[in-house]
């Protein structure tokens, strides 16, 4: 029989596995200088604490930054310059963490109306359409920012509204904002939701007649889903030594499989 203990200590170790993909970080920076120096140096921060980074810089931001400075900063594991060689969506799959610690006006509006054509905007769209967790920076798009910067002139109001706009539509498909001075608490807040949603076994029934009643049953609860992406989010989301149940061509990060590995689920294609 398995014990409650025994049950923490397995999801003590699924939730260290999870952090450790989570603080593996895609990192997109875009063509503006406002608030990178103060987000970079978040970066730092938050690499001291176990953070390790992909780095794609854009074609203006490999033009207006100091590629130098970033590569030394933040030690990258693979820092490209314009493009990869991997494609968008194959970049999204491999990491379930996506900083962004400069965006521009321009990546913010293109995002917002779902425009992907720019290997930046591609990553964070993909990232957000795979629910990831996206954290955006948005010294650079923020028209407070911006009035500032004007010395206290106020924006002609139709433009502040659009920039504002753009914001509370990226916020409403999934991204995360914050301000460059608050990267490093909002990314380990980001990351500390990101692992909350593994069930509790004291809240649902006591493991060991979880166990007698799968042992009874002798056959597994079966979970459907229509996703075409399925995360690991969506395999926590099942009982332990149950089948998740998907559609054919449905895609299974890497992730997934390992969580699912882990408790014992079972991933299943329809016929």
Not at 245 to 252: A, D, K, Q, Y
Not at 254 to 262: F, H, K, P, S
Request: charged share 25%; with cysteine.
């Amino acid at each position: 029989m398995v014990d409650d203990k025994l049950v923490r200590e397995i999801a003590k170790l699924v939730s260290r596995k999870l952090l450790e993909y989570q603080k593996n970080a895609m990192v997109v920076f875009t063509g503006t200088t406002i608030g990178t120096d103060v987000a970079l140096e978040a970066l730092c921060d938050l690499k001291e604490q176990g953070f390790t980074y992909h780095v794609l810089l854009s074609h203006s931001a490999s033009k207006v930054l100091d590629v130098e400075k970033i590569r030394a900063s933040l030690k990258p594991e693979d820092l490209w310059l314009g493009c990869s060689e991997r494609t968008p969506e194959d970049l999204c799959s491999k990491y379930e963490t996506i900083l962004v610690p400069a965006l521009t006006i321009n990546s913010a509006a293109r995002v917002a109306n779902c425009m992907s054509d720019t290997v930046a905007t591609s990553i964070i769209l993909n990232g957000l359409l795979r629910r990831k967790t996206v954290v955006l920076s948005i010294d650079g798009c923020c028209p407070d920012v911006q009035k500032q910067i004007n010395g206290g002139v106020p924006l002609p109001p139709i433009l502040e509204g659009r920039l504002r706009s753009n914001l509370e539509l990226l916020q409403g498909y999934g991204a995360i904002l914050t301000k460059s001075s608050d990267m490093s608490s909002t990314v380990q807040k980001a990351i500390r939701e990101a692992i909350r949603f593994m069930p509790a076994p004291a809240k649902q029934e006591p493991s060991s007649k979880l166990l007698e009643k799968y042992q009874e049953k002798e056959q597994r609860d079966i979970t459907c889903s229509s996703k075409k992406v399925v995360s690991a989010r969506d395999v926590l989301a099942c009982p332990g030594k149950s089948v998740l149940r998907i559609r054919p061509g449905s895609i299974v990060t890497q992730l997934a499989r390992e969580v699912a590995q882990e408790r014992a689920v079972m991933i299943e294609v329809e016929t």
